[in-house]
Nanobody, 129 residues
């Protein structure tokens, strides 16, 4: 079992920045691929960013086109924590953001929510115009 707790969400004006954190406990954090997803009201959960594990491609990152160049995913395995630095935020980024952990070894599936077995409770990010 892996338990995930997100923090760092809030209200920010367009153009501002937030850093989300995902604190993990349970099984070795470094073995899991970490993904960030978001879900806006009335929309499906969508992939935002992912970072591979120490056992597979060690720290390779992947981003949705909509956030590429603005968001940065990282992880600190010593602290069992992953981060999502979000810059140049837009109102369209407003959503509940979730972190997820999965034992993934195929880059083609890193963007699919079904590849992740563990999820946090989510943190709200609201970007005002």
């Amino acid at each position: 079992q892996v338990q995930l707790v997100e923090s760092g969400g809030g209200l920010v004006q367009a153009g501002g920045s937030l850093r989300l954190s995902c604190a993990a406990s349970g099984r070795p954090f470094s073995s899991y691929v970490i993904g960030w997803f978001r879900q806006a009201p009335g929309k499906e959960r969508e992939f935002v960013a992912g970072i591979t594990s120490i056992t597979w491609s060690d720290g390779t990152t992947s981003y949705a086109d909509s956030v590429k160049g603005r968001f940065t995913i990282s992880r600190d395995n010593a602290k069992n924590t992953a981060y999502l630095q979000m810059n140049s935020l837009k109102p369209g980024d407003t959503a509940v953001y979730y972190c997820a952990a999965g034992l993934i070894y195929n880059i083609a599936t890193i963007r699919s929510p079904r590849s992740y077995g563990y999820w946090g409770q989510g943190t709200q990010v609201t970007v005002s115009a």
